[in-house]
């Protein structure tokens, strides 16, 4: 696949934690076909055995990732090279990896990690998370093909409250979506805090080649919860 072949629209986020009800490989591969048939342009897919599922299901992009904690660092979006080893032998189409200007497991920087990526697996697609503008503009100066707003309000320096639950009723950071557009060359990938249709054509009014939607499509509990929270005062 070419970065060129990656169609316009919607990117749906088939992930589920390990204490969540979907939590299953074969329920995120259904999620990722039902997408398909929605019209999702591609999905987005944590962990190889989930990767593997999905790939047996669907057609479109898969962007691969795995969520690998590492004690003493906050980067855990495929934060080393091996993790990327292991999402690429998956044949995930798109690996997205953390490219925020946090420090990386076994003491790298995010710019060695990029580099020995390219290095290594010259052919991958590469998808760089990040959370500031300036962490977009550098990853892609570095050869990432795609940048996306995934950890923007995540950050410790981009969240601005001591309260993790605050961030996830904040509004997306379609500025920063709009910034970027407007300075590099590649694909921007709008995600983050991104639950329904409004919110995407506001993030492709400002530039935005992908939307990528998790929680909003895929989460039932959460879908649930929301809808539950806002009929309470007419109960």
């Known amino acids: 696949m070419k970065v060129e ?9 088939c992930q589920a934690t390990s204490e969540e009800p979907m939590r299953n490989s074969d329920i995120m591969g259904r999620f990722a076909y039902a997408a398909q048939m929605g019209g999702a342009v591609g999905v ?3 962990g190889i055995a989930d990767i593997l599922a999905c790939k047996q299901m669907i057609h479109i992009p898969i962007i691969g990732i795995v969520k690998h904690v590492y004690e003493g660092y906050w980067s855990y979006i495929t934060p080393t090279l091996r993790d990327v080893e292991n999402v690429y032998e998956t044949g995930a189409e798109i690996i997205a990896v953390d490219a925020t200007k946090l420090p990386k497991p076994e003491g790298k920087t995010t710019e060695e990690l990029l580099t020995s990526i390219k290095k290594e697996f010259p052919d991958v697609i590469l998808m760089a998370d990040v959370s500031t503008l300036e962490e977009g503009l550098a990853a892609v100066e570095l050869g990432c093909d795609l940048v996306s707003t995934t950890l923007a309000g995540y950050t410790e320096y981009t969240r601005n409250d001591a309260d993790p639950r605050i961030v996830e009723l904040r509004e997306p950071d379609i500025k920063l979506v709009k910034d970027l557009t407007e300075r590099v060359k590649v694909p921007v990938i709008a995600e983050g805090r991104y639950w329904d249709d409004k919110l995407a054509i506001e993030a492709f009014k400002a530039g935005a080649h992908n939307v990528v939607i998790g929680a909003g499509i895929t989460r039932p509990q959460i879908i649930t919860k929301k809808i539950v ?3 309470q005062e007419y109960l």
Not at 5 to 13: F, P
Request: glycine share 6%; charged share 35%.
């Open 229 to 231: 929270d806002n009929i």
């Open 5 to 13: 072949e990656l169609k316009k629209g919607l990117i749906v986020s």
């Open 44 to 46: 987005r897919v944590n």
